[in-house]
């Protein structure tokens, strides 16, 4: 140790910030906006306006799952599972200033093997924000 309180081994704080969405308005605009599938998800990208009164160097995430999903239970799985890809490839990955909201897929989010859902969110990421 080298007399601070963490290990060697644990990563630094990523640079940017991830909040959580919580209002369904901001829902609702990120599915206005553009959005990327992929076999274990469907990701939901807006640029927020400068009118909005959040602070610029935040990443807000949100997640969603359907019924079609399965129960509670598989939901909740897929949900679980989302956020741990997000919160692996988003600081890194994504962009400042905007939202993303991730939607399970029925069985792919809950089966699928957890490296390749990690290369679909940076694939859909890389899709997202390519010029149009």
């Given at each position: ?54 602070e610029a160097d935040v990443i807000r995430i949100g997640f969603t799952c359907s019924k ?65």
């Amino acid at each position: 140790m080298d007399g601070s309180t963490h290990p060697k081994d644990t990563p630094p704080a990523a640079s940017s910030r991830l909040i959580v969405l919580q209002n369904r308005s901001d829902f609702l605009a990120a599915a206005r906006a553009r959005r990327q599938g992929t076999k274990s998800m469907m990701v939901q990208a807006r640029k927020r306006r400068d009118t909005e009164s959040i602070e610029a160097d935040v990443i807000r995430i949100g997640f969603t799952c359907s019924k079609k999903v399965g129960n509670a239970v598989a939901r909740n799985r897929a949900k679980r599972r989302l956020r741990e890809v997000a919160r692996q490839i988003l600081p890194d990955k994504g962009m400042k200033g905007w939202d993303y909201v991730l939607i399970g897929r029925a069985d792919a989010t809950a089966q699928r093997p957890f490296e390749d859902m990690k290369r679909d969110l940076m694939y859909a990421l890389k899709k997202l924000h390519e010029t149009r």
